[in-house]
């Protein structure tokens, strides 16, 4: 695919920085015979956890916990985040395309079409526009993803803004020691290359890594895409009580996507064509995360986290003619086109002190913490012709910003070998201001302060079963363009929702097991059409989702074991306004994952099932699908569908392995989302790959 914009001075900047630190690691890896084992440095990089390294810090959890760990994703070969959430217990994915460019991801019933849960990687904060603006506009490369965390209830209190569906925690990879290398190719003439390349000190105090890939495909109804992602580390452990980590990321993509799907006759007859040809998002980001962790005593950690980031994102979108595209049953573009081009800066601190001590005669767990945060955004339409590609009049400007503040405490108490229970508060404060360049700089402000309580408790039933709930506030704020429409405050609410969950979890043999359920009360509900003016956002008012999440293992033997998760939320309705009784658009009942595992020596292989109940694209639950261009929704019901990958490895030596996969393996032809048309999944694909370590 051709390159369709220069590389800006900084992002060269950024790829030579990303060279000058690969050649470094290598000159710095030690000897092959210690490169052989592949362990990783002695100095491991500092970072803000969020659930932890050890299996007993899950036991301490007071909400669901799934971990997805680096020998299970690269068993799945996902080609996106997306690819991998869709496979875990109580989320809901509404992909557009099949590298998931923007983030579409629902929790326990809320709208995989509004991002209500808070992404981080590392710990920081990395959905733009946590106040200001979309959250959706950037998702971590899973290539540089080692693991993945997922944490719901009441423990996602110590995190902030927008928890109320959880957290999702992306860590990155630590290279180890040497030369790692992995390509594949498939379907759609995909093809990708991944190098990690490490390197540590002969005392194992200090560590250098950089993970780096290139990637293109023409993409699935040639939704072509060409993509590059840089990210080094580096760590030192200065002394005994204080260490450091640096990662640097630089991100870029040209994808040839837009909001539009096909119409439904085409949809109807299996047509595979890109809707919109010539509409391209184009984004890069880049980041630093610096952390510092202080030791000063045994029972004493003092964690710092100072981050900073640039995203931009540039959507060129080609106007239609509507009367000629209901003619032509597929939409006809005009010479003219539209660049709403948007960047987000964010620089904040953040720390956060753990203290072992002995309140009351018990053993105690604390910890408090703290953040400052800015973002900042520029929002510029261009008007702009097929003969002056990507350049015109700048008709409208705005700039949006928010300062915000954040504070926490918690307080674990152990009150005996069974039961501890953990009580913590946390305050969010905001203040948010927009001005309209192109009007006299006319502006606008509104503040707000939100206060979470919340509280929750573990309890050992036995060696091995665990009983775990808890109830706590979590908010998501409404973005600058929604409080500030119109330079005028809307006085809108953040949305506010008080979750409960109690569940239980443990093993028993060969079987290890996980039930749960939540119920999400929600006081305010900020909800948005697809693109429909009489579906703006608004206050929606009260809504409720409560369901169960089961989580099941078992080792048949003779190398074989299952694996499944279901979901079910009976309830994710309005209760007031308009759409009352309504269910919550893009919020399935049903959801869930069968995976036929098996496992001898060095092969492996696994068989998955992914089930998708039948959701709604619209608030209104409108249940036909749209048949023109001039639709005033774009809903309609979405049938359910059923999804089997078929993917293996094996594994020659330390040094090599070969995998390939088949996914789709059905060829099933199935709706993903509504949005301007129809955006279906991808048809039947195959890709094999190697690894090998230099």
């Known amino acids: 695919m051709n390159r369709r914009h220069p590389i800006p001075a900084r992002q060269r900047l950024a790829v030579a920085i990303a060279a000058a630190l690969l050649s470094t690691t290598a000159a710095a890896a030690t000897p092959a015979a210690d490169r052989q084992t592949g362990h990783k440095s002695d100095a491991p990089m500092p970072e803000m956890e969020v659930i932890g390294k050890r299996l007993d810090d899950v036991s301490k959890m007071t909400g669901t916990v799934v971990l997805v760990d680096r020998e299970q994703l690269e068993l799945i070969q996902p080609l996106s985040n997306e690819d991998a959430l869709r496979r875990l217990p109580g989320i809901n994915t509404k992909s557009e395309e099949e590298s998931a460019v923007v983030s579409n991801v629902g929790i326990r019933g809320l709208s995989s079409s509004e991002t209500k849960s808070l992404i981080l990687e590392d710990g920081a904060p990395v959905a733009p526009g946590l106040f200001i603006g979309n959250t959706r506009y950037f998702n971590p490369r899973i290539q540089r993803v080692e693991s993945i965390e997922v944490l719901k209830g009441s423990a996602s209190l110590r995190y902030g803004p927008s928890t109320i569906g959880g957290v999702i ?112 998002l184009l984004s890069d980001r880049t980041g630093v995360d610096l952390n510092h962790e202080w030791t000063p005593s045994e029972r004493a950690t003092l964690k710092t986290l100072v981050y900073w980031s640039e995203t931009t994102r540039d959507y060129w979108r080609y106007n239609v003619d509507t009367a000629a595209s209901n003619a032509a049953g597929r939409w006809v573009y005009t010479d003219t086109l539209n660049g709403n081009n948007r960047s987000f800066e964010r620089y904040g601190v953040e720390t956060r002190l753990t203290l072992e001590h002995a309140l009351f005669g018990l053993e105690n767990e604390a910890e408090f913490g703290l953040r400052f945060m800015t973002e900042e955004s520029d929002d510029r339409r261009v008007r702009a012709t097929r003969a002056s590609d990507r350049s015109g009049l700048t008709d409208q400007h705005v700039e949006d910003s928010a300062d915000s503040v954040a504070g926490y405490v918690q307080n674990r108490f152990v009150i005996n070998d069974r039961l501890a229970v953990t009580p913590g508060l946390r305050v969010e404060s905001y203040e948010q201001e927009r001005v309209e360049l192109l009007n006299n700089n006319a502006s606008a402000d509104t503040s707000n302060t939100e206060i979470l309580p919340g509280v929750g408790a573990t309890y050992a039933l036995g060696d091995s079963t665990q009983l775990y709930g808890g109830v706590y506030k979590a908010f998501s704020p409404a973005s600058n363009g929604v409080a500030l429409d119109n330079l005028t405050d809307q006085n809108l609410d953040g949305e506010r929702s008080v979750n409960y969950e109690v569940g239980v979890r443990g093993n028993h043999g060969l079987l290890n097991y996980e039930l749960a359920a939540f119920y999400m009360d929600f006081e305010n509900q900020v909800v948005t059409g697809n693109s429909n003016p009489l579906l703006s956002q608004s206050n929606a008012g009260e809504t409720r989702h409560g369901g169960f999440e089961l989580v099941l293992g078992y080792e048949i033997g003779g190398g074989f074991s299952v694996d499944g998760n279901a979901t079910w939320v009976p309830e994710s309705e309005f209760r007031t306004g308009d759409n009352k009784g309504n269910r919550i658009p893009y919020s399935p009942e049903y959801l869930a994952n069968l995976a036929l595992n098996y496992r001898a020596n060095a092969f492996s292989a696994m068989l998955n099932a992914h089930y998708n109940g039948s959701q709604y694209g619209d608030p209104t639950n409108q249940r036909d699908l749209p048949t023109t261009a001039d639709s005033r929704i774009w809903g309609g019901k979405i049938p359910a569908y059923t999804v089997l990958d078929l993917t293996a490895q094996y594994e020659f030596n330390e040094r090599l392995t070969v995998f390939g996969g088949v996914k789709n393996l059905g060829d099933k032809r199935y709706i993903t989302g509504l949005r301007q048309g129809i955006y279906v999944g991808p048809e039947r694909s195959v890709e094999a790959g190697v690894r090998f370590r230099l």
């Open 169 to 280: 925690n992306y860590r990155t990879k630590t290279p180890d020691d040497g030369v790692r290398m992995s390509v594949r190719t498939g379907s759609f003439a995909t093809r990708e290359a991944t190098v990690e390349a490490g390197g540590r000190t002969r005392s194992g105090d200090a560590f250098a890594g950089v993970v780096a890939t290139y990637a293109e495909s023409d993409g699935f109804m040639d939704k072509g895409y060409e993509m590059s992602d840089v990210m080094a580390k580096a760590g030192v452990r200065l002394n005994d009580q204080h260490a450091l980590g640096l990662k640097f990321s630089w991100y870029d993509n040209d994808a040839n996507i837009s909001y539009r799907g096909l119409l439904l006759d085409d949809y109807h007859k299996g047509r595979t064509y890109n809707p919109a040809p010539d509409d391209y």
